[in-house]
């Protein structure tokens, strides 16, 4: 069942917010969450490394979508969220299968089945109320449910879990959640030693919040947090492995810090690197950095 939908800003707001890449199909497949456009777009990509102008296929959302997090799920299965909903889609191969008019509906006038202009809407495998996602992760299972998908929600103040069964149904019922606590962000996951951790950034309290989970689910408080400074407003989070260090893209601030993570997996309460302000022939530059990347040196 789709209905039609026509967002005039399609073409040109897409608005990328998140990425998730699937190296395991053909040369891979780049999916972009658009917040502008409401759509989610998969990108084959090519021999040479390049994508196309245009989007190999696409989920598209309704107008209110606003999709702002991505998960792979399985081969089969994406998580996209955004402003009100988290969704699953179906993929094959990569790729998202066409919608289809509803049974009912009333057959109208409509361009060739595409990602632009107006267009049916994707219908979802399965999907549940939202307040704002701002981050999603995957854990996978090995038995059913196939795994727990956690979220960062702006508007509760808090992180949740979510299961979801082989179907690609996901559960309307949390499975954890911790208790509200701020503008969570980005949020990483990392073993230290028989541990599993889940780092998260907190907006507008200043902070990285650090949480030890109990058999894959979240506890009520984290274990370790950074000194307050609301001025930063922390987004990005990246690990260095190597050195273990995190590091955080500090909007508010326009800088990078990087924190040590200790041997219990908790981190230091301040900084113990950080970057300088950029500067162009003297002057300041007011940037907001909000993600950041960990690249090997060759």
């Known amino acids: 069942m789709s209905e039609q939908e026509g967002d005039p800003r399609a073409d040109h707001d897409l608005d990328p917010v998140d990425f998730a890449l699937d190296p395991t199909i053909g040369n891979g497949i780049l999916y972009v969450a658009g917040r502008g456009s409401n759509r989610v777009d998969a990108y084959a990509i090519a021999d040479d490394g390049t994508i196309g102008a245009t989007p190999t296929s696409c989920i598209i959302g309704p107008g209110d979508a606003e999709y702002t997090a991505?998960?792979?799920l399985t081969r089969d299965f994406v998580a996209a969220s955004g402003r009100s909903r988290i969704e699953i889609f179906r993929r094959v191969e990569g790729l998202f299968p066409l919608p289809t008019p509803a049974p009912s509906s009333t057959p109208t006038p409509a361009p060739t089945p595409g990602?632009?202009?107006?267009?049916?809407?994707?219908?979802?495998?399965?999907?549940?109320?939202?307040?704002?996602?701002?981050?999603?992760?995957?854990?996978p299972s090995t038995s059913a449910p196939i795994g727990e998908l956690f979220v960062s929600e702006e508007v509760s103040q808090r992180l949740f879990t979510f299961n979801i069964d082989p179907g690609g149904i996901i559960n309307a019922n949390e499975t954890s959640s911790t208790k509200r606590d701020?503008?969570?962000?980005?949020i990483r996951l990392r073993n230290v030693g028989s541990d599993t951790l889940l780092y998260a950034s907190v907006?507008?309290?200043?902070?990285?919040s650090v949480f030890r989970l109990a058999n894959g689910l979240l506890p009520n408080e984290a274990f370790s947090k950074t000194?307050?400074?609301p001025k930063t407003l922390p987004v990005g989070l990246a690990f260095d492995d190597p050195t273990s260090t995190l590091y955080v893209a500090e909007g508010g601030i326009g800088r990078i810090d990087g924190f040590r993570i200790q041997a219990d997996?908790?981190?230091?309460p301040e900084p113990a690197t950080s970057t300088v302000s950029v500067t162009v022939d003297g002057r300041e530059i007011d940037a907001f950095p909000s993600d950041i990347a960990i690249v090997?040196?060759?």
């Open 115 to 139: 990602c632009f202009g107006g267009q049916l809407v994707t219908q979802a495998v399965s999907s549940i109320g939202a307040a704002i996602v701002t981050d999603t992760f995957f854990l």
């Open 203 to 208: 907006f507008q309290e200043g902070r990285l």
């Open 70 to 72: 991505l998960s792979l």
């Open 296 to 298: 090997p040196a060759p």
């Open 265 to 268: 997996g908790s981190l230091a």
């Open 182 to 186: 701020g503008f969570y962000q980005d």
């Open 227 to 229: 000194e307050k400074d």
